[in-house]
């Protein structure tokens, strides 16, 4: 446990004096793809970066935020998992054996369960599927792309701008692979039951049996989802997600020359996790970092812990440069409850800002006596002048 600082504070963590230091910086290794970026999602630590902030056409693998716009809505009760939607002839024709594209062949004017529906469009890649399933919750392909992209701003996503479902050319329709990155963690984390859906091997769907487009299910290196993607203007692109070790990664590349490069520079990335890095645990789950001052309270001060464990990748073998800081606004003001969030413990390494963290009030603080506040309040005028 370490001492608090007065006021609005940066709190120094002594991490070396828990063996915990080291330099996160990219080794030799270079990913192939023009676009990559790779990211801890314990941590939020992005390992790997190249260009992922530079936009370009999703293709299919917008099809990953037109999950998370049906995902919640499943979850909010708006659409049953057992419920029937017609497939019209827009769909059809658009997205399905008509178009030639990646489609589940489903029927002209038959109905579809949304469970099936959700196989078509994850499994198979069906651009029928989504275009059935946008039609059926928001009534049209046009009121679900807003929906869309209503979703995208509320995940902060910068780089990111929907024209339609499936992902079909549009010069307007733009993510980054940063972008893509947060989609995919956000399906994984916020939707896990639903998400489980990404790593079944095949589906069949009227007499037709697909397998699925990821070609790192069956590669025995941890992936569980997601979505690939090809476009003339971006080249092959696909999104990752795997748990290894009981930790998820997620690697998104883009702008290679073949499906097999793609592939090929995913797997790079997420044996560059295993090789290159380091899992350390800085504090566990409700463990003390440091006591934060709390002025007219029963007690002095009250101690800040994260609510997860806060384990890091960090670069093997270099443990000299990494640092804490624990910011907070102070000092707290009685009465405080257990579990207020006050402020972040962030880790750098250098002046790079690796991991933040929030941090909550492990113990509840009652207002103190008059004779009690008095005192603090000549602390605080004390410290003012100095």
Same mark, same amino acid.
Do not use: C, D
């Given at each position: 446990m370490l001492p608090y600082a007065p006021r609005q504070a940066l709190i120094a963590v002594a991490l070396l004096q828990l063996s915990v230091a080291a330099v996160q910086a990219q080794q030799a290794f270079d990913s192939k793809?023009?676009?990559a970026i790779l990211i801890d999602v314990d941590s939020g630590a992005t390992l790997y970066r190249k260009a992922e902030n530079d936009p370009f056409e999703p293709a299919a693998m917008a099809k990953m935020m037109t999950m998370a716009v049906v995902f919640d809505a499943l979850k909010a009760g708006e659409v049953k998992i057992d419920q029937t939607f017609k497939v019209s002839e827009n769909a059809w024709r658009t997205g399905g054996a008509p178009s030639r594209g990646a489609t589940m062949f489903a029927a002209l004017k038959s109905g579809v369960p949304v469970a099936d529906l959700l196989r078509g469009a994850i499994v198979q890649a069906g651009n029928d599927a989504c275009l059935i399933l946008a039609e059926g919750i928001a009534g049209s392909e046009a009121a679900f792309v807003v929906r869309m992209n209503e979703k995208a701003a509320a995940l902060g996503l910068t780089g990111s701008s929907f024209r339609n479902v499936t992902g079909l050319a549009d010069p307007e329709q733009k993510t980054t692979a940063a972008d893509?990155?947060?989609?995919?963690n956000y399906l994984a984390l916020t939707h896990p039951d639903l998400y489980k859906i990404y790593a079944e091997p095949d589906f069949t769907w009227n007499k037709i049996y697909q397998r699925n487009r990821n070609p790192l299910l069956a590669a025995g290196i941890g992936v569980d989802g997601l979505s690939t993607g090809y476009s003339? #203007?971006?080249g092959f692109g696909l999104t990752a997600s795997a748990l290894r070790d009981g930790h998820r990664l997620t690697a998104v590349?883009?702008?290679?020359p073949t499906d097999k490069a793609r592939a090929e520079e995913a797997s790079k990335l997420f044996d560059y996790a295993d090789t290159a890095f380091e899992r350390i645990r800085f504090f566990g789950a409700g463990e003390t970092i440091a006591d934060a001052r709390v002025y007219g309270g029963v007690a002095g001060g009250v101690p800040l812990a994260t609510t997860a464990p806060l384990d890091v990748l960090l670069v093997r073998g270099a443990r000299d440069r990494i640092r804490a800081r624990l910011v907070y606004d102070g000092p707290l003001v009685a009465p405080v409850k257990a579990g207020q969030q006050?402020?972040?413990v962030k880790v750098y390494v250098g002046d790079d800002l690796l991991v933040e963290k929030p941090v909550v009030t492990m113990a509840d603080v009652a207002?103190? #006596?008059m004779e009690r506040r008095a005192f603090d309040a000549l602390g605080e005028l004390l410290i003012g002048w100095l």
């Open positions: 793809a023009p676009r893509l990155a947060t989609i995919a003339e #203007t971006a590349v883009s702008g290679l006050v402020g972040t207002t103190g #006596t």
